[in-house]
């Protein structure tokens, strides 16, 4: 149930996303004498200072926004399942270095250091921001990776094709990551939700480029405007209320994929203690993300 | 002979964690070490061409140490040089704030964000363990309304909220300021007058930061106590017929409570970046709200003292809340794997 409604909401944002820009009325960047003007059959969400289309702000920056998400959570999903298999899987010295380095980089504050990167790049595109944020966030997924891992490879089947002289590489690719799916998956959905609240951040500090139109974009000249002040509710509430909801639609799909798995982590009782468990609350402000048992 | 037993013991765990934290503050120095070494060249030559003018020979030397402009030493000297500057806390003089040297204003707004995150936060884990604890327990009504909400705040982003609440609670009702710190007029220090002007002024950023933080430990708390449900141990309590409530707290919570400590530790971090988007929405005068203001000038000196600074405190406070994890869960410490 929850599964569905997260799907169908992503669904549509996603939709909304693609389609967007082509049912923008007006050119977002277009400035006009209507200026601040609430919701009207002209301004479907009013207008800006500037006299600007709230409506065509928003429909134009769903796409690059949730495109810097994906990319972001892409990034450090990739960077997570191959730090995360390596150090779960070989016990030795690498393996140890692979995990401090996860721990190291899990415990750095992500948004000083970004902030600082970005602001040596003000001109930095929606590229850029993605990959710097994926290259940042890995830490967390990797080290719920290294734990799902280090239960996987004690499993029989491991064995046996280690047994038969399967190659590290294909016993990752074969026995390994079908066991990691879950894990993986619910990772990358986390990461998206934490990729958007991390850039929206960033631009609202007027960090990035102002001139590619995003949600975060948009809340940062509602800042600079002191729309709040004015009361122009139909400039702010829009883009925030986006952002909120796609997270929150993320997070429902997370809930309902790991309750399905966790009906089946019921039948074999795993110690909850030592193992680390993926706590969704540890990043306050982000979508809360899967169990792992 | 048991003492010395016991001290080795306790020595024993402690120190991975110790050089846990020593490796992480190198790591962190390291990294703030090459960063501006890394940037496009232009950048840091047009922050030296803007404080050129200003400062002299020390501060010039400190600011070549971190930037790794305008020397001639080669690379491994700059990081002794820089070592040794940063390890008497010398980061140069702040071009946003001069002439105030960088600790100087650090030293300034630290205390204030140390404040109102540190209270705010604790009082989000209270909240949020507690309402997912409910939430995990067999009440299915509270469940059904409370992990929703708790996942739907937890997406909110946390300036936008803020915004509103100034918005509806200081422009709308005016019942609490909606920025500063504290009342301009009054002079700083530990009068009555200043501490009530200063708490007044909390009251807002503190509730943003709860209700936005609360969700994530809601959520994560729930989850726990759903497992923990199954488990043996709680049939056992019901059978020997304890009262609901004694085998929901005492029993429950107690074991579920664990992961949400050590995530605790972890959380850290990101609640300092939250603050400091908190802080510029509310013009909070801590360290945030420095940061904000050396972004706004480029000042790349006082930006990568306060990414320090911020590093340390969260490297020290994860020490320390490791180290009380140790304490709470004798499991832990039986050798782990």
Sequence with gaps: MKNKIGLIGLGFFVLLAILGPLFAPYDPSASSADILQGPSPAHLFGTTQQGQDVFSQFLVGAGPTLLVGFLGAAVATVLAVIVGITSGYFRGPLGETLALTSNVFLVLPTLPLLIVIVGYFPDGGALFLGLVIGITSWAFGARVIRAQTLTLRSRDYVDAARAVGDSSVKIFVFDLVPGLVPVIASSFLFGVAYSILTMTGLEFLGLTNLSNWTWGVMLFWTQNNAAYQQGAWWWYVPPGLAIALVGFFLSLLNFGSSERSRGSARRKRVPAANAPVLVPGTVPGTVAGGEVA | ?337
């Design chain 2, 1 to 337: 002979m048991a003492h010395k037993a016991a001290w080795l013991r306790i020595g024993s765990l402690v120190a991975p964690k110790l050089g846990f934290f020593l490796i992480t503050l190198w790591a962190a120095l390291t990294v703030n070490f090459l960063i501006p070494r890394l940037m496009p060249g232009n950048a840091v030559d047009g922050f030296l061409g803007r404080v050129q003018g200003r400062v002299n020979g020390a501060s010039l030397d400190a600011l070549r140490a971190t930037l790794g402009v305008g020397t001639t030493d080669n690379i491994f000297q700059q990081y002794l040089t820089y070592l040794n500057a940063t390890l008497h806390l010398d980061f140069g003089v702040s071009l946003t704030f001069f002439p105030q040297s960088v600790s100087e204003v650090i030293a300034q707004s630290i205390p204030w964000t140390l404040a109102l995150v540190g209270a705010s936060t604790v009082l989000a884990f209270v909240l949020g363990t507690g309402l997912g604890i409910v939430a995990g327990w067999k009440w299915k009504r509270a469940d059904t309304f409370l992990t929703p909400f708790g996942a739907f705040i937890s997406s909110m982003p946390y300036f936008w909220f803020g915004l509103i609440v100034i918005t509806i609670f200081s422009v709308d009702l005016g019942w609490f300021p909606g920025y500063g710190g504290y009342d301009p007029t009054l002079t700083i220090g530990w009068t009555p007058e200043f501490i009530a002007s200063a708490l007044y002024h909390a009251v807002l950023p503190a509730v943003t930061i709860v209700i936005t933080a609360m969700g994530a430990w809601l959520v994560g708390m729930r989850n726990m106590m759903k497992s923990v449900t199954v488990e043996d141990y709680i049939l056992l309590a019901r059978a020997k017929g304890l009262k609901q409530g004694r085998v929901m707290w005492s029993y429950a919570a107690r074991n579920a409570l664990l992961p949400n400590v050590s995530g605790f530790a972890l959380s850290l971090g990101f609640v300092v970046s939250g603050a400091i988007l908190t802080e510029v929405v509310f013009s909070y005068p801590g360290i945030g709200q420095v940061l904000y203001q050396a972004i706004g000038n480029r000042d790349y000196l006082l930006m990568q003292a306060v990414f320090l600074i911020i590093t340390v405190t969260v490297l020290t406070l994860n020490l320390l809340s490791d180290l009380v994890y140790l304490w709470l869960d004798p499991r832990a410490r039986g050798g782990r794997s």
